[in-house]
């Protein structure tokens, strides 16, 4: 990775360390990748400012990174809410939907993001694209036992997709925290990013994709020399505190 976009992404980690901070998270959700640990790194330098906080993750690598940090980490199973989340994403849009998943994650990450009250996004100026789907696919994570099924149905769809596969360490496919087979969607010409979801999700044995749709409040951009915050109108948003 380019230095130019480490320094952007470590800026905007500091920023969104600061709201965070401003919010005074009780139950924090961490998502995954390495703008999350960027963000934990960070985080762990500053960790006098949130000592009564206590963390869910998205993944069991960053819990782990956490416990090792002598933070304090819950499981996600018995929280009920959570009140800040902090994740990194593949692709930003205008609108803030997002392509998100590249670690695997995209699964326990939305259900992190949807049980959120406020949901801040970490990435760098490379992730702004005008369309989603400019650079990367859409994970579609799958139950095993329909994976068969699935892909039939993807490709009748005509959809260009690729089963997600380990470039080291074992032989064969990538399965997520969630023992789901992650199956990258190239998105077609004409999609919609809300069609294309709706269309993927109605299919039996999809657990979930990497979609984000309105599941965003405020993203931090990183750039070599500032940072700059987007938001959300807030009428817009779904909040877990509305349920
Ligand atoms: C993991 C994710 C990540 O947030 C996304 O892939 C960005 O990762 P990175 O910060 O390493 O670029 O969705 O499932």
């Known amino acids: 990775m380019a230095s130019e976009v480490i320094v952007a992404r470590k800026r905007a980690c500091e920023e969104a360390l600061k709201r965070v901070v401003e ?3 009780r139950i924090m959700g961490i998502g995954t990748g390495s703008t999350v640990e960027l963000f934990v790194e ?3 330098k500053r960790r006098e400012n949130l000592r009564e906080t206590a963390y869910v993750c998205s993944s069991l690598h960053t819990c782990h990174i956490l416990s090792e940090k002598g933070f304090t980490v819950l499981h996600l199973g018995s929280t009920t809410s959570i009140d800040v989340y902090v994740d990194g994403a ?5 609108e803030l939907n997002m392509i ?3 670690g695997a994650a995209a699964t326990l ?4 993001a949807y049980g959120s009250k406020y949901r801040i996004y970490v990435i ?3 992730k702004l694209v005008k369309k989603l789907g400019e650079k990367h696919a859409i994970p579609v994570e799958v139950l095993p036992e329909a ?3 699935v892909l039939t149905r993807l490709r009748m769809l005509g959809l260009n997709i690729s089963i997600r596969t380990l470039t080291s360490g074992k032989y064969g496919f990538v399965m997520s925290d969630t023992r789901g087979v992650i199956i990258d969607v190239k998105p077609p010409n004409w999609w919609s990013p ?3 979801e709706k269309v993927i999700r109605s299919i039996p044995g999809v657990v979930e994709t990497g979609l984000f749709i309105d599941l965003a409040d405020e993203v931090f951009v990183g750039y070599p020399d500032r940072v700059e915050v987007l938001r959300k109108p807030r009428k817009n948003n779904f909040r877990a505190e509305e349920f």
């Open 90 to 94: 593949d692709e930003v849009d205008s």
């Open 194 to 196: 809300r069609d294309l």
């Open 124 to 126: 760098d100026y490379t």
């Open 109 to 112: 990450e939305k259900i992190l």
């Open 42 to 44: 960070v985080l762990s």
């Open 23 to 25: 919010l005074k998270p």
């Open 147 to 149: 994976l068969g099924i």
């Open 100 to 102: 998100k998943g590249g």
